[in-house]
């Protein structure tokens, strides 16, 4: 199983951007595919962005799309989430996982059930 270190987190304010990173310990072969969830005080985790590792589909919940870039650098064994245009309701805690037992083909998980793999998290603060 895969080992998934996020890091990147911090206090921004309204408006501005920032990068995540998530360091995988294994390949893209280990994993079919790959996604950042978030979990705010009080409020159930919620995918926001995913990639399969098949074919490279990415997806955006609704709250994210055009603000949100998902990307990988496959050399680094790293997952990156560009988050631009932030708004205090992007606050949360911000994992990393990986689905190891689904293969996904023009299309990839914002599910957390299946997910089988899962970084400690990284917080984000949206304030002035």
């Known amino acids: 199983q895969v080992q998934l270190v996020e890091s990147g987190g911090g206090l921004v304010q309204p408006g501005g951007s920032l990068t995540l990173t998530c360091e995988v310990s294994g390949s893209t072969s280990d994993y079919y595919a790959i996604a950042w969830f978030r979990q705010a005080p009080g409020k159930e985790r919620e995918g926001v962005s995913c990639?399969?590792?098949?074919?490279?589909?990415?997806r955006y919940a609704d709250s994210v799309k055009g603000r949100y870039t998902i990307s990988r650098d496959n050399g680094k064994n790293t997952v990156y989430l560009q988050m631009d245009g932030l708004t205090p309701e992007d606050t949360g805690v911000y994992y990393c996982?990986?689905?190891?037992?689904?293969?996904?083909?023009?299309?990839?998980?914002?599910?957390?059930?299946?997910?089988?793999?899962w970084g400690k998290g990284t917080l984000v603060t949206v304030s002035s």
């Open positions: 990639m399969s590792s098949e074919d490279d589909t990415t």
């Open positions: 996982a990986t689905d190891s037992t689904v293969i996904w083909l023009r299309d990839c998980p914002l599910a957390a059930r299946g997910m089988d793999g």
